[in-house]
């Protein structure tokens, strides 16, 4: 056994500046030649386990996928631990994960996990939904001053004095069989995770940030499984301000047509068509096939391939009556004056992080801080962007805007 590291040792590890907010870990971790996985290769094992997780109320959860030539992410594992037991769940073998799927969505079931936006995202696909609930302990630990994205393997041994192999990280996780390396290391990459929470837990409510915590583990949830309609991609570019409506009706419309091709045929975005291209087609707006074979930005066998669908769809923009178009979004600020701002509010987030010992990334990100000042200059109602409200309207948000008003 792994013995708990006691509160000095802790201080020593993550230094003076963290002391008061050191958990202490009420019971030892297993080491890592002790783990003796459970394996899930069948249907019934699957629903036997599942039984098994809904009557333990609180699950440690990681997953180890692949995404490097497809649009979705290839599952190659999924490990759970409770209190007692650790159970690797082959999705390779399994056919029908619906048991699990429920076990996710279940209200009733805590799932603890670390730095967990992409498994989230990953295991949103077999619930169709959110996860709920969830507690991610590298979130819990920077509201503890353990820095902005402690590691799990940092965070087990600062906790635990637990040692871990990390030679297994870029493993390939859809090969079989799995090596005893690989069995090992996806096994402890979940055993400490139910000792964690509780570890945390413990310490942020003692300090008032428990509720915090929770917050914002909620809203990256939201965040990171938020449906985005194929329609709206095209959202995510700057610089939308400069076209005219009829320019963004053919980003909208292109983009939605690499998104839906990128789905139907498991391909990554780039692999149908590069962003550059799309825009490049967008402000062109060829016509005819002959047009889009004359751009530069298209290669010859995506013109030859796509081209007439390509065009179609923009014949039907310039076709799309104008008030049913894309509205021209609002024109940013000039940029010397929303640094001015931004520069007059980095040392508020930076005194009010030191004074808390908190990351100031956490606090307040330098792009909610931007959108701060360019709300204020464009004189909104309302200028708090969504991220600096909630928790940190109080803690930051409404320091930032008095720093504003002087």
């Given at each position: 056994?792994?013995?708990a590291v006691?509160?000095?040792?802790?201080?020593?590890?993550?230094?003076?500046?963290?002391?008061?907010?050191?958990?202490?870990?009420?019971?030892?971790?297993?080491?890592?030649d002790?783990i003796?996985p459970?394996?899930?290769a069948?249907?019934?094992?699957?629903?036997?386990?599942?039984?098994?997780?809904?009557r333990a109320?609180?699950?440690?959860?990681?997953?180890e996928?692949?995404?490097?030539?497809?649009?979705f992410?290839?599952l190659?594992?999924?490990?759970?631990?409770?209190?007692?037991?650790?159970?690797?769940?082959?999705?390779?073998?399994?056919?029908?994960m619906?048991p699990?799927?429920?076990?996710?969505s279940?209200?009733?079931?805590?799932?603890?996990?670390?730095?967990?936006?992409?498994?989230?995202?990953?295991?949103?696909?077999?619930?169709?939904?959110?996860?709920?609930?969830?507690?991610?302990?590298?979130?819990?630990?920077a509201?503890?001053?353990?820095?902005?994205?402690?590691?799990?393997?940092?965070l087990?041994?600062t906790?635990?004095?637990?040692?871990?192999?990390?030679s297994?990280?870029?493993s390939?996780w859809?090969?079989r069989p799995?090596?005893?390396?690989?069995?090992?290391?996806?096994?402890?990459?979940?055993?400490?995770?139910l000792?964690?929470?509780?570890?945390?837990t413990?310490?942020?409510?003692?300090?008032?940030?428990?509720?915090?915590a929770?917050?914002?583990i909620?809203r990256m949830?939201?965040?990171v499984?938020r449906?985005?309609e194929p329609?709206?991609?095209?959202?995510r570019?700057?610089?939308?301000?400069?076209?005219?409506?009829?320019?963004?009706g053919?980003?909208r419309?292109?983009?939605?047509?690499?998104?839906?091709?990128?789905?139907?045929?498991d391909?990554?975005r780039?692999?149908?068509?590069q962003?550059?291209?799309l825009?490049?087609?967008?402000?062109?707006?060829?016509?005819t096939?002959?047009?889009?074979?004359?751009m530069?930005?298209?290669?010859?066998?995506f013109?030859?391939r796509?081209?007439?669908?390509?065009?179609?769809?923009?014949r039907?923009?310039?076709?799309t009556?104008?008030?049913?178009?894309?509205?021209?979004?609002v024109?940013?600020?000039?940029?010397?004056?929303?640094?001015?701002?931004?520069?007059?509010?980095?040392?508020?987030v930076a005194?009010?992080?030191?004074?808390?010992?908190?990351?100031?990334?956490l606090?307040?990100?330098?792009k909610?801080?931007?959108?701060?000042?360019?709300?204020?200059?464009m004189?909104?109602?309302?200028?708090?962007?969504?991220e600096?409200?909630?928790?940190?309207?109080?803690?930051?948000?409404d320091k930032?805007?008095?720093?504003?008003?002087k």
């Amino acid at each position: 056994m792994v013995r708990a590291v006691n509160a000095l040792n802790i201080c020593r590890l993550i230094g003076r500046a963290v002391l008061k907010y050191c958990p202490l870990t009420p019971s030892p971790i297993v080491a890592e030649d002790e783990i003796r996985p459970r394996f899930v290769a069948t249907d019934a094992a699957l629903e036997k386990a599942c039984a098994h997780f809904r009557r333990a109320g609180a699950i440690g959860v990681d997953t180890e996928f692949v995404r490097v030539r497809t649009y979705f992410p290839m599952l190659g594992l999924i490990q759970v631990a409770d209190k007692r037991n650790t159970w690797l769940i082959d999705p390779l073998a399994v056919s029908d994960m619906t048991p699990f799927a429920r076990v996710l969505s279940d209200r009733a079931v805590l799932k603890v996990m670390h730095s967990c936006s992409e498994d989230l995202e990953v295991l949103s696909y077999l619930t169709g939904e959110p996860l709920g609930p969830v507690f991610d302990t590298q979130i819990a630990a920077a509201f503890l001053g353990f820095g902005f994205q402690a590691g799990y393997q940092q965070l087990s041994k600062t906790l635990f004095g637990t040692q871990m192999c990390k030679s297994e990280t870029r493993s390939d996780w859809l090969a079989r069989p799995l090596s005893e390396n690989q069995i090992r290391y996806a096994a402890m990459d979940v055993v400490c995770l139910l000792p964690m929470h509780r570890a945390l837990t413990r310490e942020l409510r003692k300090l008032g940030r428990l509720e915090w915590a929770l917050e914002e583990i909620e809203r990256m949830n939201r965040e990171v499984t938020r449906d985005v309609e194929p329609e709206d991609y095209y959202l995510r570019f700057g610089g939308l301000w400069q076209c005219d409506r009829r320019e963004l009706g053919a980003l909208r419309d292109l983009f939605a047509w690499r998104e839906r091709q990128a789905m139907r045929r498991d391909l990554p975005r780039t692999f149908i068509m590069q962003d550059k291209t799309l825009r490049a087609i967008a402000k062109a707006m060829p016509m005819t096939m002959r047009d889009i074979s004359k751009m530069e930005e298209v290669k010859p066998s995506f013109a030859r391939r796509y081209g007439r669908t390509l065009t179609r769809i923009v014949r039907e923009i310039m076709k799309t009556p104008e008030e049913s178009l894309p509205v021209r979004p609002v024109r940013p600020p000039n940029p010397r004056k929303v640094g001015r701002l931004v520069e007059k509010l980095r040392p508020v987030v930076a005194e009010t992080a030191e004074a808390l010992k908190l990351p100031p990334e956490l606090l307040a990100r330098k792009k909610s801080v931007t959108e701060l000042a360019e709300n204020v200059i464009m004189n909104l109602t309302n200028p708090l962007p969504d991220e600096l409200r909630g928790w940190r309207k109080a803690v930051i948000g409404d320091k930032l805007l008095a720093a504003l008003e002087k």
